[in-house]
């Protein structure tokens, strides 16, 4: 069960894009990713790698003034997190989420599929690694927080990477707008077994943060 936590950090709205709506493409790989068996082949690692490394040398134009507020709200008021504890950011990018995580958490590793944007976060704030998210380079069980700011999610992996006590962070800056988005009642249904978790707005996007119904806790207060 996800409960909705009242919002706390105002609304703000983004920078204007594009809204990405239910047949942007990148919305439609995102669900068959999370959704259907065999959603994520070859050739569209390919294309999603080859896409992401395109856009990495203006990647920074996409940061805005509240673009890290979910992740803080989350980080705020969807734990308690394990302690201490290994955080995996998957889809790290250029690293515009890690030096937050690295202030949050023992240790994090920041992992994206595409080089050219590793190439360009600052290797100071965490080890980076270029690995594909559908076959992560972790062993079973090893994660204790796995944080997915506007990233694709690969439930399988992150069920197997993830400690039994484990908390998923889901972040879409942009909220529904978000190319890259599903609902919190999406990533918790997509993921295997039974999650729980808490969810809210705050600034211009949304987030979750889920842990297996083993594990549930009562929820945080606003």
């Known amino acids: 069960m996800i409960t909705n936590l009242p919002r706390v950090v105002a609304d703000r709205t983004a920078p204007p894009v594009e809204p990405a709506g239910p047949d942007h493409p990148m919305r439609v790989v995102t669900r068959q990713v999370a959704f259907e068996p065999g959603g994520w082949t070859d050739e569209r690692r390919a294309r999603v790698a080859d896409l992401f490394d395109g856009l990495a040398p203006e990647w920074h134009t996409r940061d805005h003034p509240g673009r890290d507020q979910p992740l803080l709200d989350a980080l705020d008021r969807g734990g308690p997190f394990p302690e201490p504890a ?11 989420a890690t030096g937050r995580l690295a202030e949050r958490f023992t240790r ?26 559908d076959a992560l380079p972790l ?75 083993a594990q549930a806790e009562p929820p945080a207060q606003a």
């Open 86 to 96: 290994t955080a995996l950011e998957i889809g790290s990018g250029t690293g515009m």
């Open 108 to 133: 994090v590793v920041a992992l994206d599929l595409a080089f050219e944007m590793l190439r360009r976060a600052p290797a100071d704030q965490a080890p980076r690694v270029q690995a594909d998210a």
């Open 139 to 213: 062993p079973n069980l090893s994660v204790d927080v796995a944080v997915l700011v506007n990233a694709l999610l690969f439930p399988a992996e992150l069920d197997r990477i993830l400690t039994p006590a484990g908390r998923l962070v889901w972040v879409n800056t942009r909220g529904p707008h978000t190319p890259i988005h599903l609902s919190a009642d999406d990533v918790a249904t997509a993921m295997p077994g039974r999650w729980d978790g808490v969810a809210a707005e705050a600034g211009p996007g949304t987030w979750c943060v889920l842990r297996r119904a």
